[in-house]
């Protein structure tokens, strides 16, 4: 008869490791982290997932009705709404109250005039605001999607914490097969390529802002 041959198995140990901002835990079927709920790094996960579809069409599409834009146009009208009234009141109403002549034709040229210089720089504006909507756009994406990697680096460092103690406070024993390493490893493996992704996106929206 031959020799037989004796196998080893590897137990690891259940393993819990934390930090503020995410948890990962081990154990002989695999590892697993996620970022701790309400932090902040957890909250712009949550973001990107949510609205990247979103602000990826914004990027592409530019458009006065994003709340950025809404904002500045908002700014924009109402403080050339005040020196509209100002130059109103200033340059044409009191010089022409003066000589009576509020209801003369150089009046309404006046008034006509303040009009369309009033109209021509809203539209000017808004151009200047569409032109520059893309990069803003691509600007707030880039910063986004530096935080959201910076939540995986967290990850990716609790998971080797937490392997590496369980690898501590693992036993050796004659008999069985570990199902570790290749969990582990299709985990490791599908998060890579998906960092891989939003890298390669980052870096053309910054080369883009550039």
Do not use: H, W
């Amino acid at each position: 008869m031959g020799k037989k041959s004796q196998s080893t198995t590897t137990t690891y140990g259940n393993t819990t490791t934390k930090n503020p901002y995410a948890t990962a835990t081990t154990n002989n079927s695999g590892t697993t982290a996620s970022l701790n709920a309400g932090t902040a790094l957890d909250s712009v996960y949550n973001f990107v997932n949510k609205n990247i579809n979103s602000l990826l069409d914004e990027y592409l599409n530019p458009n006065l009705n994003s709340t950025t834009n809404q904002a500045k146009l908002n700014q924009f009208t109402t403080t050339l709404g005040a020196e509209a009234s100002k130059n109103l009141e200033n340059n044409i109403i009191s010089p022409l109250s003066e000589r009576n002549m509020i209801r003369s034709s150089q009046a309404t040229d006046l008034y006509n005039n303040l009009s369309d210089t009033a109209t021509n720089s809203l539209a000017s504006y808004v151009n200047e605001l569409l032109a520059a909507s893309q990069d803003n756009t691509a600007s707030m994406i880039n910063n986004l999607l530096a935080a959201y990697m910076q939540g995986y680096d967290v990850i990716s460092d609790m998971q080797q914490q937490s392997l590496q103690t369980s690898a501590g406070n693992a036993t050796t024993t004659s008999s069985g097969g570990s199902a570790f390493g290749s969990n582990f490893s299709s985990g490791v493996s599908s998060a890579s390529s998906l960092v891989s992704i939003l890298g390669n996106l980052a870096k053309i929206l910054a080369n883009k802002s550039a």
